[in-house]
């Protein structure tokens, strides 16, 4: 069984940084990306930035300049550094882990809630 644990969501003012972790563990092995996602309550989950077992990282085109994804152990662990964070970065995020090229598993997800 594989989970991921995230951490590292709050509140934060306009403008403001938070960094997000994401932990896997369990039988998890060949991981091939790492990836963060958002939700808002109604609409559907969006993916925020991803990355690779190569290193690439994709972002939404909503946080380009202003987050960034790394990895850590293999991909076991990832982080979303978030800076200049707007009100409309207000979600819950989930990071989300692909592995053995067809298996995938999500986190439980961490609220951040940007105030302006």
């Known amino acids: 069984q594989v989970q991921l644990v995230e951490s590292g969501g709050g509140l934060v003012q306009a403008g403001g940084s938070l960094r997000l972790s994401c932990a896997a563990s369990g039988n998890i092995y060949s991981i091939n990306s790492m990836g963060w996602y958002r939700q808002v309550p109604g609409k559907q989950r969006e993916l925020v930035a991803r990355?690779?077992?190569?290193?690439?990282?994709i972002y939404a085109d909503s946080v380009k300049g202003r987050f960034t994804i790394s990895e850590a152990n293999a991909l076991k662990t990832s982080y979303l550094q978030m800076n200049s964070l707007k009100p409309e970065d207000t979600a819950v995020y989930f990071c989300?882990?692909?592995?053995?090229?067809?298996?995938?598993?999500w986190g439980q997800g961490t609220q951040v809630t940007v105030s302006s």
């Open positions: 989300k882990v692909v592995y053995a090229t067809n298996w995938s598993a």
């Open positions: 990355i690779t077992s190569g290193g690439t990282t």
